[in-house]
């Protein structure tokens, strides 16, 4: 088997058993296809590549200045491709089994204050070319705060969940898991108003003989919904009327923001990790420099010491 249809056979295999994302399987694509590019350079392939072949590859991308999050990234899909590869019986041992990452990177999330999500959604307001498109802007924006879904999840919400005045929300996210997420009176307002105009653009669209779209928010390119870059531009464009450093802005900040200020106000982990939908509680604790900071002011304006020092 060639080289090219490996990583082919590996990526059908991994979105078939693992239901993968379209994103996780591009990823692994691109990392695997480096790396497949790097042995040939070496006069290797992915059937020679040893141990020691893969830590001169990590080495190589350490000396590029590629970030540790990037270096960890590739050797997870290198890992996976070899496990894959030995189940199959392509390979009689996985090189890549006892290779050590480089670890990640901790770095606290970037977000955006209460203030800033505010002047977001006011912006969102007045947003876009139509009175319909601010009418969808201000539903995303709020519904993206109110829930913390990723960008992806929003985009291709179909229509029928939206429908009812619905207090939790059933989203599809990564792997194809799905999960309940409560939505706040503001959110459920700014649905139903953009489902009352969209509406009635389905009833316009209907005498014209176009059927209506099954998604919440829909697109006529071929995915049938907004594009997440197409969203990511839309953020940027609110961004610059709300008077806020566009570079600050993205919708996984947005993200970010639901669980910083959630946990702020007296949420728990777990909770968080539930409507972010994490796998593992460990991805939530980044946000723990917020509880950190809580309980640190508990501490100074509460402990009967800390009232005798003042």
Known sequence: MNQGREISAFLEAHAAEQNASENTLLGYGRDLLDFDSWLQDQGRSLQTASRATIESYLISLSDQGLSKSTRARRLSAIRTFYRFAYDEGWRGDDPAIMIKGPGRAKHLPKTLSEEEVDRLLLAAQSSGRSPADSTRN??????????????????????????????????????????????????????????????????????????????????????????????????????????????????????????????????????????????????????THVLEERLRQLVLNHHPLAKELD
């Open 138 to 287: 201000m539903c995303m924006v709020e519904l993206l705060y109110a829930t913390g879904m990723r960008v992806t999840e929003l985009v291709s919400l179909p229509i029928s969940a939206a429908r009812g005045n619905p207090e939790m929300l059933l989203v599809r996210g990564k792997g194809g898991k799905e999960r309940m997420v409560p939505l706040s009176a503001q959110g459920r307002e700014a649905l139903a108003n953009w489902l009352e105009t969209r509406d009635n653009m389905d009833e316009a669209a209907r005498k014209k003989g176009i059927p209506p779209s099954k998604f919440l928010f829909p697109s006529r390119g071929k995915l049938g919904h907004m594009t997440r870059h197409r969203f990511y531009g839309l953020i940027k464009e609110i961004s610059v009327l709300a008077g806020i450093d566009p570079d600050k802005v993205t919708p996984h900040r947005l993200r970010h923001a639901f669980a910083t200020h959630l946990l702020a106000g007296g949420a728990d982990l777990i909770s968080i990790q539930t409507m972010l939908g994490h796998a593992d509680v460990s991805t939530t604790e980044i946000y």
